[in-house]
């Protein structure tokens, strides 16, 4: 199936222009947390900062997936990536000329998550408009790897690039790395640019998008498994990574490159194993209980000041964030009605994207008061606790459902509601 799928033309010259977009947005991440670090020292402010990059996206993005599925999906993203290239030259100009300060970096990280927003729905959207529908499972995974590749590759050569020719050279690098986006956009064809929704009222398509994401049998208790996960297994790796490298390990930027790197490659090896997974029932298991060793580990990374200790633990949440992450995903992907993807994958946003913002600034105000170890360790303790909980209530509904009928469950299909 991974041979057929590559030999999709479309599908893989998105997928490197995507993953070097990636590569760049990576690099300015991991330039912009040693920034804020640089300009503060304040592991609240870390949090302030990635919230504003990310609070847009939570109370906005649901309206513009309204949009994804009524308008042109490409015209959306080359709009969206054109202006992210304008904002990223401007992060690389005040920071070259020695201009920036907590303000006006604010200022544009806010406007840049404006168009993060918009972005999310649209570029969740396009890869079940360049594949097979029997394709889209291990094309999903391929999109996490890529995704997850970029959090290897991407700070990795951010600590040297940094070090070396200082973070206007890497917030100069993510404007680049747009234009390849913007290339593949042009070029490759699309099945698909929009669904063809028939409301003609906004408002009402919005109701039917929480109505359906609400009432769905999978689509539901997975999104509730992606804002655990994210808020507090992504609001502390790789969100709150630059005040363990500052304050835990006492190191550099190099130190920070090192942490985010190999998170990275513990997500590449979750998303490489799951892209072999065609079972829902076993995909099911791994997410569930992926978030449950989540738990586990940020206790652990909790306790340790040891910094050889601390890689392999984030390594180790690379991995299983990934494996939560990405099945959840993959299933939410499989199961959605086309004609609904652009909502259901907003509110995915939602909680994908914008909770670890959300979750990073609840850890860093706490981690101000209480310190970054002590909130941590209790971080995984709610983790397990709330896992633990939606695993029973998963079950529970799972088994409400079955009785009735008594008939032998059935896999997944797209548009499937209670």
């Not at 394709?135 to 590749?149: E, R, Y």
């Not at 655990?228 to 297994?233: D, F, H």
Request: aromatic content about 10%.
């Amino acid at each position: 199936m991974r041979s057929e799928l590559f030999q999709n033309r479309n599908f893989t010259w998105y997928l490197a222009g995507n993953t070097i977009s990636l590569h760049g947005q990576w690099m300015h991440r991991v330039a912009l947390g040693w920034l804020t670090w640089q300009l503060t020292a304040s592991e609240l402010w870390i949090g302030i900062i990635a919230a504003t990059e990310f609070m847009p996206t939570m109370f906005l993005s649901p309206l513009f997936g309204v949009m994804a599925d009524r308008f042109d999906r490409r015209v959306m993203a080359l709009a969206s990536a054109a202006i992210s290239t304008i904002l990223a030259v401007l992060l690389a100009g005040f920071t070259a000329l020695d201009m920036m300060n907590i303000r006006i970096l604010w200022c544009l990280v806010f406007t840049l998550g404006l168009i993060n927003a918009i972005f999310q729905p649209v570029r969740m959207s396009i890869i079940p408009s360049l594949v097979k529908k029997e394709h889209l499972t291990p094309a999903v995974a391929f999109q996490s790897i890529s995704f997850n590749v970029s959090r290897f590759v991407g700070p990795a050569l951010a600590g040297p690039i940094i070090a070396f020719w200082g973070l206007a050279t890497a917030f100069a690098l993510n404007a680049i790395s747009y234009l390849a986006l913007i290339a593949v956009l042009l070029f490759v064809r699309f099945k698909t640019t929009r669904s063809g929704s028939k409301q003609n009222n906004f408002l009402a398509d919005f109701g039917a998008g929480i109505r359906y994401t609400a009432q769905h049998a999978t689509i539901g208790p997975q999104l509730m498994l992606v804002g655990v996960n994210s808020t507090l297994g992504r609001g502390i790796v790789p969100s709150m990574l630059p005040a363990f490298a500052g304050a835990i390990f006492v190191g550099d930027s190099t130190v920070l490159a090192t942490l985010t790197s190999v998170s990275g490659a513990g997500a590449i090896i979750g998303g490489f194993w799951l892209s072999k997974e065609r079972s829902t029932l076993r995909l099911q298991t791994v997410t569930h209980w992926s978030l449950v060793f989540t738990g586990v580990l940020l206790s652990v990374l909790g306790f340790t000041e040891s910094y050889p200790v601390g890689i392999a633990v984030v390594a180790a949440l690379g991995f299983t964030i990934s494996l939560s992450g990405i099945g959840s995903t993959s299933m939410i992907q499989t199961a959605v009605a086309e004609e609904m993807r652009g909502r259901v994958l907003s509110f995915w946003g939602v909680l994908a994207l914008a909770a670890p913002a959300f979750g990073t600034l609840l850890i860093g105000a706490a981690a101000s008061y209480i310190g970054l170890s002590r909130t941590t360790s209790i971080c995984g303790f709610l983790c397990v606790l709330l896992a633990l909980l939606l695993l029973r209530r998963i079950t529970t509904r799972k088994q409400d459902v079955s009785a009735p009928t008594k008939t032998k469950e059935e896999p997944i299909r797209p548009g499937t509601t209670n």
